[in-house]
């Protein structure tokens, strides 16, 4: 840890009021639309070790009117984004509040990604909207929100946050892989926490489902009738972004110029394009695991129900993959970002320099009473 990050942890904790076990209520929304997952826990701080117990948790899927709403809002100028930001704001709130009163119980504290709309860190931005303090005012609780800003304006990646959670609640697995709407990978490297986005998942995969009408792949049936491209393979591993070493991570931007605009481009069928997606997804995995020789890793996120792309990665990369409860595969990153709210009101680093890419360790997430 840097001296710079040492005084600024020593300082927020003289303000520490939170006790050594804490329910706090986590939300998170991904890349791929599937709706708003949210968790209650308690964390516990004991000997040394944090650990946690998961009371509540349930997902809240997208209407076609929210899911059209964050496709499109990319596309907002800049009141209507404002207006967007808080609009879904108070509809996370109006969540948060539904799932406290089912749960039975009060968190002490809130914390949510939000929905990613703009992610270009070498310009310095990151935009997540669900405005904080329209959580805060619809729950009473105070909230933890936009989480990303902070590491991008001191040079990082804003991406993955998830590998702290990962490194002090996860950490007798080498790694974690979620296959969510882009697929990240987390794990201990020279006795240092490094992470980064692999490919797009999710994603696209939904994408080419939604052409041949359905909302995803199931079980990857679609992609499993279908025959992998060479030539549609070769052009997404030879996308520059996979010679970049980690720190590295995928917006929207990326996938829509990049990686769809070679697939758009070629005249094979949706089934072909769907298999060779799977593999290219396999590749680009064997290929992280392979070099920091991974032994053991715990999945999580929607990708790991697609039985043809488990079979795929069991199949083509050795290593021990390790499938938990249903609540760990589909609520990992809302229990996970409701401990980075934690950290932050505790004042402890939530996000490492090491995966980020930053000039510091950070203690990242503003603060709505």
Known sequence: MSEITSQLVNKA?????????????????????????????????????WNYKVIFTKTYPYNYEWKKKLSDVFKAAATELT???????????????????????????????????????????????????????????????????ADVARGGEGA???????????????????LGGIANISLDH??????????????????????????YDPDGSLGKTGKLSENIFNKLNNLDFYSVNFPKSIGREWVETNFLDILEKS????????????HHIVFQTGLIIKKYRVRSILLSGGGTYNLFLLQLLQE??????????????????????????????????????????AHHDCICGAVYK
């Open 13 to 49: 904790l003289s303000f520490n009021t939170m006790s050594d076990s804490t329910t706090v209520l986590g939300i998170m929304s991904g890349t791929s639309l599937d709706g708003v997952d949210i968790a209650i826990c308690n964390f516990m701080y004991e000997n040394y070790k």
């Open 83 to 149: 207006q967007l930001d808080r609009e879904y704001g108070f509809f996370l709130g109006e969540l948060a509040a539904d799932a406290i009163k089912k749960s039975g119980t009060k968190p002490e504290l809130i914390a949510s990604h939000g929905h990613t709309v703009h992610h270009n860190p070498k310009e310095k931005y990151t935009v997540q909207i669900g405005h904080g303090a329209c959580i805060a005012a619809v729950t009473g609780i105070t909230t933890v929100s936009d989480f990303r800003s």
């Open 160 to 178: 993955p946050l998830v590998p702290a959670g990962d490194k002090l609640l996860f950490s007798k697995y080498d790694a974690c892989l979620n």
């Open 190 to 215: 020279k006795e240092q926490r490094i992470a980064g986005d692999i490919c797009p998942v999710n994603t696209v995969l939904n994408y080419y489902a939604e052409m041949a009408g359905k909302d």
């Open 267 to 278: 005249n094979d069928s949706i089934q072909d394009k769907l298999n060779t997606i799977y």
């Open 316 to 357: 083509n990369i050795s290593c021990e993959w390790i499938i938990p409860d249903s609540i760990l595969i589909e609520f990992k990153e809302a229990i996970i970002f409701g401990f980075l709210g934690l950290l932050r009101i505790r004042g402890q680093v939530n996000c490492y320099s090491s995966v980020t890419g």
